[in-house]
């Protein structure tokens, strides 16, 4: 039955309407290899230079950094 249900290590548990709730524990981060991987892939993984040049002025002239 575990084995059907896909539970293996970790598992996440809930009450839910008086019912207790056991699923397969999802790892956070889940795919995003795959994800970048692709996106390399596509090219879509450069730096975008020019949306530091459409930053508004007042963002460099009324703002005081310390």
């Known amino acids: 039955m575990l084995e059907q249900c896909g539970l293996e290590d970790e598992v996440d548990m809930a009450v839910l309407n008086r019912k207790l709730v056991i699923c397969p ?23 975008l230079e020019h949306a530091a040049k459409a930053a508004p002025k007042w963002d460099d002239e009324e703002w005081e950094w310390e």
């Open 25 to 47: 524990s999802a790892q956070p981060r889940e795919g995003w290899a795959a994800s970048f991987q692709a996106m390399a892939k596509r090219g879509d993984d450069t730096l």
